[in-house]
T-cell receptor, first 116, second 111 residues
């Protein structure tokens, strides 16, 4: 079984400030990790993914995330946010084996609100 | 390239009715997955199909069923609708299963 926990349900931040959205995961098998963004009344857009290799991955719109196996974390960061980054962000884990293979498990989401 | 498409975009049904949701994957993708997203929560996995075979099933009752066609499009069927089935239903396509690209969703309201 696997689970994903997003540690903050809401994160308010001012424009041009840095932001970190926190994600921890738990799994009995190896996982691939993803961050998605969801704008109001829309589907999910893939921001970035970690499958293997370098633990620092870069995505679209200036976002990056770091995979930390020892802390089972995959935190999302952006050095300077824009108003347009206001959205809900989801961390997700894909089990690479076991009975959960094929299933993306999502966290509960973090609502990022960027204030002018 | 066209992304994942879903139809209809919105749907209103009454309790006890049946609904069929449709999804067309990205060209070249052979895997389709379905998720239910209730307001205020993360998406929950319902099914994954790959090459027309069911590869995974989430913790949903038998009222939920799906299939994948030879052109890799997919249908999600829900029988005997309950109020609690009201949600955004998301379809995702992928080439091999792990990196999933989502469609805009179908918003279902059950009255």
């Amino acid at each position: 079984a696997q689970s994903v926990t997003q540690l903050d349900s809401q994160v308010p931040v001012f424009e041009e400030a840095p932001v970190e959205l926190r994600c921890n995961y738990s799994s009995s098998v190896s996982v691939y990790l993803f961050w998605y963004v969801q704008y109001p009344n829309q589907g999910l857009q893939l921001l970035l993914k970690y499958l293997s290799g370098s633990t620092l991955v870069k995505g679209i719109n200036g976002f990056e995330a770091e995979f930390n196996k020892s802390q089972t974390s995959f935190h999302l960061r952006k050095p300077s946010v824009h108003i347009s980054d206001t959205a809900e962000y989801f961390c997700a884990a894909f089990a690479t084996g076991g009975t959960s293979y094929g299933k993306l498990t999502f966290g509960q989401g973090t609502i990022l609100t960027v204030h002018p | 390239d066209a992304g994942v498409t879903q139809s209809p975009t919105h749907l209103i049904k009454t309790r006890g009715q049946h609904v069929t949701l449709r999804c067309s994957p990205i060209s070249g993708h052979k895997s389709v997955s379905w998720y239910q997203q209730v307001l205020g929560q993360g998406p929950q996995f319902i099914f994954q199909y790959y090459e027309k075979e069911e590869r995974g099933r989430g913790n949903f009752p038998d009222r939920f069923s799906a299939r994948q066609f030879p052109n890799y499009s997919s249908e999600l069927n829900v029988n005997a609708l309950l109020l609690g089935d009201s949600a955004l239903y998301l379809c995702a396509s992928s080439a091999r299963g792990e990196t999933q690209y989502f469609g805009p969703g179908t918003r279902l309201l059950v009255l």
